[in-house]
């Protein structure tokens, strides 16, 4: 139990959120990535490679000494280790096995974890080892009695190396060597002899096991005719669990509610400590407990139940008159901004439009000749110094705008103040 050499190696080789070294997203085909990053996580996984390389040939010695060697190595790294297996010492490829259980995070911490687990002994109940051993005894006197009607068999006598199991050993047992179906398992008739004998309450006749079928499949008018005064809601059934633990676990709102009001404990724990509350993940089972809470406040002890408050008839109209008021508010905000939007649009219309004349009346202006410009401006100012109101240039045919200081825009015999007034007006004539 003395630790007698440890190294950690940190280089970075995965890309964040990626979970692969950076070989094995190059080894998926297609183009490699060519960035900074990638050829940074190249360098590093080759260089750990070395540095791994380097220390074990260093520990040569040491592990030259050991029975039994462990380790956890993910695929992409194993040809290390296969590489130096003959380098390290003779014959160490027999002796290494890798650790049967899940690690984590290659710590000295965790290193140290792994050690003891490995070597622990970990006690098991009375029945568990009653129920292993008296299968093993089958699977002996069935291996037996088949030995003994086939004879004596020199290869079946001899153990073969390869059939023994290890982890990183890939290859098939020799099939003139590996036992049989017959030899490997008993026979019926010795299987009927073990006690298998199912919990109480899995027994098709026991109401607890119809009402756990009932509630799996979602039946509750069976349910509810199952459930009668006779029935203790609270008994416990596999691992402490009570059918209160289980309506919560399926979300299911009515089971829940119906158990509460057949008196079922919302504060008893299962073996893993949780109380029914605690394994509802939905809403509408939450709520049910909430509503029970407000009921019965003096009921149970909704501390330990965990239940953190109760939900009253007047806290749900409340909510659900603030949830419409938050809808109309939407809708009305909503409105508005579709007001707004058209509004705008309007204007922008009305801007472009402007902005047509404009350009048609500027570029009429151009093409008058020096003598047109002169008579125009000098109408514009007869009758600006008249100051008549009416127009001297004539109007629009089509709405009856004055011409005066405009360029009039002229169609067959007649004269316009805009385009939409020459098309209005070819419109109805």
């Not at 190595?73 to 049967?100: C, Q, W």
């Amino acid at each position: 139990n003395t630790l007698l050499l440890h190294k950690t190696y940190h280089r970075y080789t995965v890309r964040a959120k990626q979970g692969t070294v950076q070989g094995v997203r190059d080894g998926k085909g297609g183009d490699a990535p060519k960035s900074l990053g990638s050829s940074l996580r190249r360098y590093n996984q080759i260089a750990l490679f070395n540095d791994v390389e380097s220390l074990l040939l260093q520990w040569s010695d040491t592990l030259a000494g050991c029975s039994v060697i462990f380790h956890r190595t993910a695929m992409y790294n194993r040809h290390v280790f296969d590489k130096l297996k003959e380098k390290v010492s003779p014959g160490v490829k027999s002796r290494i096995r890798t650790i049967p259980f899940t690690t984590y995070r290659p710590t000295l911490k965790e290193t140290k974890r792994v050690y003891g687990v490995l070597t622990r002994i970990a006690p098991t109940s009375e029945e568990e080892f009653l129920s292993v051993r008296a299968g093993n005894e089958l699977k002996a006197a069935a291996t037996a009695s088949q030995e003994d009607g086939k004879g004596n068999n020199p290869v079946s006598q001899t153990p073969n190396p390869k059939s023994i199991p290890n982890s990183h050993l890939k290859k098939r047992p020799e099939k003139e060597s590996s036992p049989s179906i017959q030899e490997t398992y008993p026979s019926s008739e010795q299987i009927s002899d073990v006690d298998q004998d199912l919990p109480w309450y899995e027994e098709e006749t026991n109401v607890f096991h119809q009402l756990l079928t009932s509630l799996k499949s979602e039946d509750f008018t069976n349910f509810s005719e199952l459930l009668d005064e006779t029935v203790d809601v609270n008994t416990p059934l596999d691992n402490l669990n009570t059918l209160l633990h289980h309506a919560s676990q399926l979300q299911n709102p009515r089971f829940t509610s119906l158990l509460l009001q057949r008196g079922a404990d919302p504060s008893l724990k299962n073996m893993a400590g949780k109380v029914p509350y605690e394994l509802a993940k939905s809403k509408d089972v939450r709520d049910e407990f909430r509503r029970f809470m407000a009921r019965e406040p003096d009921s149970w002890d909704y501390v330990l139940a965990k239940i953190p408050s109760p939900l009253t008839t007047e806290m749900e109209e409340e909510k659900e008159r603030k949830k419409r008021e938050k809808k109309k508010a939407m809708r009305a905000a909503k409105n508005v901004r579709n007001k707004e939007k058209k509004h705008a649009a309007k204007e922008a219309a009305k801007r472009e439009e402007e902005s047509l004349i404009s350009q048609a009346q500027e570029l009429r202006m151009r093409a008058l000749t020096p003598r047109e410009r002169c008579l125009l401006a000098a109408e514009v100012r007869l009758v600006a110094q008249s100051g008549v109101r009416g127009s001297l240039s004539g109007s629009c045919k089509n709405c009856g705008t004055g011409l005066d200081g405009l360029v009039p825009f002229e169609r067959l015999q007649f004269k316009y103040c805009s385009v939409t007034c020459v098309k209005e007006h070819r419109e109805v004539t």
